[in-house]
Nanobody
Framework: QVHLVESGGGLVQPGESLSLSCATS????????MGWYRQAPGKQRELLAT???????NYAGSVKGRFTISRDNAKNTVYLQMNSLKPEDTAVYCC?????????WGQGTQVTVSS
């Protein structure tokens, strides 16, 4: 089983940056794929970015060029660096791990972009 703990959400103004962290309870290199999702009120959950065990990354078109997913293997932590934030980025952001054919989810962290 994998426990995921997110941190780093908050309130920022448009154009600012924010970094989210997701700490895993198992060796991050053993996790097939990790990803960041978000869900805004009244909208479907959206996949933002993924990183697989060998390090390849992938991004949704809505965040490509603004968001960066990365990981620190020593800390078993994955990050989401978010730049040039927009009001439409406001949502609950959630970390996901696909490990041994099972999806695991963090509790989510609120990101609010507002002036």
């Amino acid at each position: 089983q994998v426990h995921l703990v997110e941190s780093g959400g908050g309130l920022v103004q448009p154009g600012e940056s924010l970094s989210l962290s997701c700490a895993t309870s198992v060796n991050i290199l053993a996790i097939n794929r990790m990803g960041w999702y978000r869900q805004a009120p009244g909208k479907q959950r959206e996949l933002l970015a993924t990183i697989v065990s060998r390090g390849d990354t992938n991004y949704a078109g809505s965040v490509k060029g603004r968001f960066t997913i990365s990981r620190d293997n020593a800390k078993n932590t994955v990050y989401l660096q978010m730049n040039s934030l927009k009001p439409e980025d406001t949502a609950v952001y959630c970390c996901n791990a696909f490990y041994k054919y099972t999806d695991y989810w963090g509790q989510g962290t609120q990101v609010t972009v507002s002036s």
